[in-house]
């Protein structure tokens, strides 16, 4: 069991081992170097906020900043050191957190791909160059009636095309992703830059 893991199983977020299996896999190897850095971490969709308990105490710099945005609030951040939560619709990246340029930006919230796809193009723009962007539980892009009724439309589809513009030449390139990288129930794409 990884340090990651470990947190996930105590605080009882889905992502650890004992459900979807992410911290182990993904996350612990991705975000290693980044423990100690004084990063800026925002994620979509929180719950009851087990899983910002689980990167707060994750990430340990002073300065680090960990934010949730959803549109109820369960959780009480004031409690968790440099921990903030916005009762938000999770596209709306107009909140004062995105000026922050957040190094990992994880999209945990509805799962609607229409959703899913607005957040992207809201927030991407936001992330620090060399930043994560982060779509969890990508399957329900098979699940919702919308998204059945029309495939093409799904958000991952949309992470399909993306993959194809980032490998395009020409005018129609995608210049500003560095890479996309699908897991099983999971996209990860990288900005550009350093």
């Given at each position: 069991?990884?340090?990651?893991?470990?947190?996930?199983?105590?605080?009882?977020?889905?992502?650890?081992?004992?459900e979807?299996?992410?911290?182990?896999?993904?996350?612990?190897?991705?975000?290693?170097?980044?423990?100690?850095?004084?990063?800026?971490?925002?994620?979509?969709?929180?719950?009851?906020?087990?899983?910002?308990?689980?990167?707060?105490?994750?990430f340990?710099?002073?300065?680090?900043?960990?934010?949730?945005?959803?549109?109820v609030?369960?959780?009480?951040?004031?409690?968790?050191?440099?921990?903030?939560?916005?009762?938000?619709?999770?596209?709306?990246?107009?909140?004062?957190?995105?000026?922050?340029?957040?190094?990992?930006?994880?999209?945990?919230?509805?799962?609607?791909?229409?959703?899913?796809?607005?957040?992207?193009?809201?927030?991407?723009?936001?992330?620090?160059?060399?930043?994560?962007?982060?779509?969890?539980?990508?399957?329900?892009?098979?699940?919702?009636?919308?998204?059945?009724?029309?495939?093409?439309?799904?958000?991952?589809?949309?992470?399909?095309?993306?993959?194809?513009?980032?490998?395009?030449?020409?005018?129609?390139?995608?210049d500003?992703?560095?890479?996309?990288?699908?897991?099983?129930?999971?996209?990860?794409?990288?900005?550009?830059?350093?």
């Amino acid at each position: 069991m990884t340090i990651l893991d470990e947190l996930a199983c105590k605080y009882g977020t889905d992502k650890g081992s004992t459900e979807h299996n992410y911290c182990a896999t993904v996350y612990e190897p991705l975000f290693a170097h980044l423990r100690h850095q004084p990063i800026v971490l925002v994620e979509l969709g929180i719950w009851e906020g087990a899983s910002l308990k689980m990167w707060s105490e994750y990430f340990t710099h002073p300065d680090r900043v960990i934010v949730g945005v959803d549109n109820v609030d369960r959780f009480d951040a004031a409690v968790w050191r440099n921990t903030y939560t916005y009762i938000a619709d999770q596209a709306d990246a107009d909140l004062p957190v995105a000026k922050l340029l957040p190094n990992i930006i994880i999209d945990d919230a509805s799962h609607i791909s229409t959703k899913t796809i607005a957040s992207f193009q809201n927030w991407f723009p936001h992330l620090k160059p060399g930043g994560l962007y982060i779509v969890e539980d990508i399957v329900t892009s098979y699940y919702y009636p919308e998204d059945i009724e029309h495939p093409c439309n799904t958000a991952m589809e949309f992470f399909k095309r993306l993959a194809d513009q980032v490998n395009r030449w020409g005018e129609h390139a995608r210049d500003d992703i560095a890479s996309i990288c699908f897991h099983p129930n999971m996209v990860i794409i990288k900005k550009a830059g350093t």
